[in-house]
């Protein structure tokens, strides 16, 4: 993502959410909206 700041409505992925990220602000709150995708690979 270009921009460092979260706008609402404007969707981001989780990695954009981690401490290393240009995104992430200690903090900060948000709502997290959305599907849970699973590859169909994957085993729970």
Known sequence: ???STLKPGVPITLQE???SSEMFK???SLRVTGMYV???GASF
């Open 38 to 40: 699973c590859s169909a």
């Open 26 to 28: 200690q903090g900060a």
């Open 1 to 3: 993502m270009a921009s």
């Open 17 to 19: 959410l981690e401490p």
